[in-house]
């Protein structure tokens, strides 16, 4: 009997201890699970709290958009009615410059030298010289037109550097377009259609030129580009391009004494080729101590120079200048660019007399103009304005023939 009941007793403090660690174990667990509710219940909070001040925050945002918007459109509407404003303010400026103002210089021709069939003898008197130079009148250009005003200005595209040009052949309708102030590449497009539906220059014809040209002073006449090419420590010299056969023809030293710039505000071009209805021209000053633009008429086909005036226009506030039926326009500005001008004009045959030179300001744009080139069979200007190609179109009057 004793050893059964030793077993029975032993089994029984064997029941009794299994009892009491499960027991512990299950508290245990239980003890984990509160606290784990407790920590979701912390985090439930929490969340709760946090998407409370998100949706005040949300509320606050839409609030602060509303009064944006409001002030947005109070602004703009701001700056409608100041824009008209200044369009009235500039149309009011126009009417009294065009009123009040002075008339641009008229400066009469100065012969300087002349050449070839324009040659006068020393011996001939004052009287008989004075003859023959209004014999030269009829013979140095036969066009009788001025220009009026500007008509319109259209704003083509924007291509390139701040500074370039671009011209069309007044022979033809292919257009090229010079971009930077030096280079050997320039670009031909068909037509001004083609250029203002061009990606940049990439759909147009690349042509590489054996030189670079300097400057904005090139142009284009008659299928022949005239360009200017200077290179440190030689003379400046005009190149003559065959552009349906990619060579040169000819070229011509240029009679300059230093390389002195054309145009004060724009100091890269040292000479400018325009053409018009008479030919072909050549504006540059002859040395840095002349205030004065040169003028000279040149043979297209030679580049030999006919003849040459001192046109009395300053250098001076100078950006750009272009010739029309033997008149010289030359456009002023300021430092700080400011409205571009035609404040002096000069006439070959000294038709032209001060009640009736104009005075044009072409339209506030962007900056300052780096080119204008004339097109005489257009009757338009092509200007390069901060990297803006624009087309001026011209109203023509008749000269007052005295």
């Not at 039926?325 to 038709?351: E, H, M, P």
Request: proline share 3%; with cysteine.
């Amino acid at each position: 009997m004793k050893p059964v009941l030793v077993l029975l007793v032993s089994t029984a403090w064997t029941l009794t201890g299994a009892q009491y660690y499960y027991q512990g174990l299950m508290d245990y667990l239980e003890n984990r699970l509160l606290a784990i509710e407790d920590r979701m219940q912390l985090w439930h909070d929490q969340t709760h709290r946090y998407h409370t001040e998100l949706l005040d925050f949300k509320k606050l945002t839409a609030e602060s958009m509303d009064g944006l918007k409001q002030e947005h459109g109070m602004l703009l509407k701001d700056l409608e009615g100041a824009a008209v404003r200044v369009g009235r303010v500039e149309r009011e400026m126009d009417f009294v410059e065009s009123q009040t103002s002075p008339r641009a210089c008229v400066n009469k021709a100065d012969k300087v030298v002349e050449q070839g069939a324009w040659a006068l003898e020393e011996s001939r008197g004052e009287e008989e010289e004075e003859d023959d130079w209004e014999e030269l009148h009829s013979q140095v250009s036969d066009c009788v037109e001025i220009i009026s005003n500007i008509r319109s200005v259209k704003i083509l595209k924007r291509v390139g550097s701040p500074k370039g040009m671009w011209v069309r052949d007044p022979r033809s309708s292919k257009l090229y377009v010079f971009n930077g102030t030096v280079g050997d590449i320039i670009y031909e497009f068909d037509s001004v259609r083609e250029f203002s539906r061009s990606p940049g220059v990439t759909n147009s014809r690349r042509i590489s030129l054996p030189s670079e040209w300097t400057g904005t002073g090139s142009t284009v006449y008659n299928g022949y580009l005239y360009y200017i090419n200077q290179e440190a420590e030689t003379d400046v010299q005009v190149v003559k391009f065959d552009l349906l056969s990619d060579s040169v023809t000819d070229s011509a030293m240029l009679p300059l004494e230093s390389h002195a710039t054309v145009y004060n505000l724009n100091p890269e071009t040292v000479a400018d080729l325009t053409a018009d209805d008479e030919g072909l021209w050549l504006l540059y000053a002859s040395s840095d101590s002349e205030p004065n633009i040169s003028l000279a008429k040149m043979d297209p086909a030679t580049l030999d120079i006919e003849q040459i005036w001192d046109t009395r226009c300053p250098r001076e506030n100078a950006e750009a200048a272009f010739v029309v039926c033997g008149t010289v326009y030359v456009v002023y500005n300021t430092r700080l660019a400011s409205r571009s001008r035609v404040q002096c004009v000069f006439d070959v045959n000294d038709i032209v007399i001060s009640e009736e030179a104009p005075l044009l300001y072409f339209p506030r744009r962007y900056g300052a103009h780096a080119s204008l080139k004339y097109n005489p069979e257009e009757k338009q200007l092509y200007g390069w304005d901060d990297g803006y190609q624009i087309i001026y179109r011209l109203t023509m009057k008749r000269k007052l023939l005295v």
